[in-house]
């Protein structure tokens, strides 16, 4: 009877103790792992319009996305979600095939949906679309290498395209505000 006690009271001391250890090392990794930043880059498809900002992802798969345009400076936020794991991410390790939504208020009225697709784990590419029907095509990555490359194809993509607030009529003439 007193072995059956010490070995209970011995299994307990030792579950104490590794989830002591356990807990230390959940609050460690945790927060580091919770406080991903990668970069956003996009661009209007039919303007010259190009936004870059970031989006702060946690473990859940929710991100806060916030993002400026140049040259006409519209600011918007909003938030981004997983819609969709496939197995291999599970078994492999992988990132590759996840798919997810977006979803955006900017500061001139424009409201922006989107769906994005995981490449790979540092390569993200989505398309969206505007209230305004306008589209958008976006790219996620946290290397500034990537980024840079992407950011000059979109800026050699929209330079000849017409700035979003003087965008043509029909008729040929200018008309100014927001489209």
Partial sequence: ?????????????????CMKKLMVLLLITVPLLAACTANVIGKFDD?????????????????????????????CKGKGWVTFIPASS??????????????????DGRTVTGDWVCEA???VRGEGKTNLNENITFFIT???????????????DTAEKPNIRGKKSSNGSVMEGLF
């Fill in 121 to 123: 784990c540092t390569r």
């Fill in 1 to 17: 009877m007193i072995e059956l006690v010490y070995y209970l009271y011995l299994n307990v001391f030792l579950i104490g103790v």
């Fill in 90 to 107: 599970y078994w492999l390790g992988t990132c590759k095939g996840q798919r997810g939504e977006a979803e955006l208020t900017c500061d």
């Fill in 47 to 75: 303007y010259n319009e190009i936004f870059s900002g970031t989006i702060d992802l946690d473990l859940m798969g929710h991100g806060i996305i916030k993002v400026k345009s140049t040259p006409s400076n519209i600011t």
């Fill in 142 to 156: 946290p290397s500034k290498k990537r980024l840079e490359k992407v950011t000059e194809e979109y800026k050699n």
